[in-house]
């Protein structure tokens, strides 16, 4: 027999493992609960951003034409709105890459608090335009928001969570105008709406400076301490792609660099992007975003002239399909599993069924048709979104997810350029026009993802590799 004393140096390294162990697993949940904390807060971001906004953007063509603007005046102020977020989308994305996105999330909310706080003030056209100048600008909330989320958790989770972020943002679209329309009614009701939008900005800005940043620093260095003394078990057990507290120090001290230094970063940064073999992610995005905008563009005038349907029960169909696209958000988690975590496919499917939905809402025969096209087309619409995000931080990595998202973004607002002039054009050869044209965009967009299947399923394979 072995004595008890030339056991005890082996008892006791088994129970320094153990201890080692389970601190490590304590370290490791402590980590994700900070993470959960900080997701917890970004979905209450996103809710109060859309639900502020909301609130102000239905009532500021009346509100404009009761200062005396045009039809043209008003559409060209709409339009400048449209162009600085093309342009700024971008550069406010590479930019929370380089200074951090606490200060980049910060800088934003409370600029665009000024831009409505200004809005409430416009007594003249002149100072209308002027206050859309900010938001116009720094109105990037959530596109940040989003590119911090993308830090916080695992690309496995990151559908999920985007999901969830995109279903409370849109509970704010849908609450917003019922709560503006009833402010609207009382006297000077646009300049307290106005006032109070400015106010729930100034709260969300209160609410990401309270956010526990500093307890994330301390979870990322556990983590990175976990990932240092055992690769395997801090997969396992942390699978969070948290950045690690010198890059953020770094960043963090960027913020107070010279803006020439900056700007050469931010477009160095832009270029790399530009040379990145992500153009058929983009293009993608663009058809798509066309398609659906082009399928709304004349939906209560096509609904009025097709079957004779008021105004009024196309609002009603609209909201009731934005209420579906918060409960599409809710069931990404169940969706993405079913599919084995596969982005790509999900997105070929929602693409693919978003396709047939339009076509059947264009063939539609009675307003059945058109409330089932619609019922699915939320879901379908939803789920695209959510997907094509998480391929670009795929394909693209989240080193610069900032700007990977700022450039989506910039792509769509291209779309909210080209879809009204289609939509236009296409409406005078006949109501379903515009549909029509999103069928034919939507299956190119299509026959895109298929030409270029090997490259999204291998780069997919490859991120599983390295988890």
């Known amino acids: ?32 609960a900070v993470s959960a904390r900080f997701v917890r807060c970004l979905y209450a971001v996103g809710f109060l951003d859309l639900f502020g906004v909301s609130m102000v ?10 200062l005396g603007a045009s039809h043209t005046v008003a559409g060209i102020i709409g339009s400048l709105y449209g162009v600085m977020q093309l342009f700024s989308s971008t550069f406010v994305g590479c930019w929370s890459d380089i200074v951090g996105r606490r200060y980049s999330l910060l800088a934003c909310i409370l600029l665009s608090a000024l831009g409505y706080f200004l809005l409430g003030t416009s ?26 989320l993308s830090d916080l958790v695992s690309e496995r989770d990151r559908p999920l969570v985007m999901g969830r972020f995109n279903a409370a943002s849109s509970v704010g ?19 307290q709406t106005s006032f109070i939008c400015a106010s729930i900005f100034l709260l969300n800005g209160g609410l990401v400076w309270m956010l526990p940043w500093s307890e994330e620093n301390t979870g990322n260095r556990e983590h990175n301490q976990d990932k240092g003394a055992n690769s395997f078990s801090a997969k396992s057990n942390h699978d969070l792609h948290l950045k690690s507290a010198t890059s953020r120090a770094v960043a963090n001290s960027s913020f107070f660099q010279s803006p020439w230094i900056q700007v050469a970063t931010v477009l160095k940064k832009i270029k ?6 992500l153009w058929d992610v983009f293009l993608v995005r663009f058809l798509m975003s066309v398609a659906i905008l082009l399928y709304y563009s004349n939906f209560t005038l096509a609904l009025e002239e097709r079957f004779g349907v008021k105004p009024l029960f196309a609002g009603y169909l609209i909201s009731y399909s934005s209420a579906l696209g918060v409960l599409a958000g809710c069931l990404l988690g169940p969706i993405t599993r079913l599919y084995g ?3 790509y496919r999900l997105l070929l499917h929602s693409s693919t069924f978003t396709c047939v939905l339009i ?42 997810s900032g700007t990977l998202l700022g450039v989506g973004q910039s792509v769509t607002s291209v779309g909210r350029i080209i879809a009204p002039l289609l939509s236009g054009i296409a409406q005078e050869f006949s109501p379903c026009g515009p549909p029509s044209l999103a069928v034919g965009l939507a299956l190119v967009a299509i026959v895109i993802m298929n030409a270029n299947k090997q490259k999204y399923c291998s780069h997919r394979s490859v991120n599983l590799k390295n988890r």
């Open 1 to 32: 027999a072995v004595p008890r004393a030339l056991r005890r140096p082996g008892a006791a390294a088994r129970m320094e493992e153990e201890e080692d162990e389970d601190s490590g697993g304590r370290r490791a949940a402590g980590s994700s």
């Open 173 to 191: 679209f849908i609450l917003g105008p019922v709560v503006g329309g009833y402010l609207a009614e009382l006297e000077g009701g646009f300049y």
């Open 341 to 343: 975590h596969n982005t």
């Open 123 to 148: 007594t003249t056209v002149f100072l209308f335009a002027i206050s859309r100048v900010p938001v116009g600008i720094f109105k990037h909330t959530l596109s940040i928001s989003k590119a911090l």
């Open 359 to 400: 076509l059947l809402y264009v063939s539609a025969l009675s307003m059945w048709m058109v409330i089932l096209s619609s019922t699915f087309l939320a879901f379908s619409t939803t789920i695209g979104r959510t997907c094509i995000i998480d391929l670009e931080l795929t394909v693209g990595g989240n080193e610069a």
């Open 272 to 277: 790399g992007i530009a040379c990145s073999d």
């Open 57 to 66: 953007v239905p009532l500021m063509n009346l509100h404009i034409k009761s």
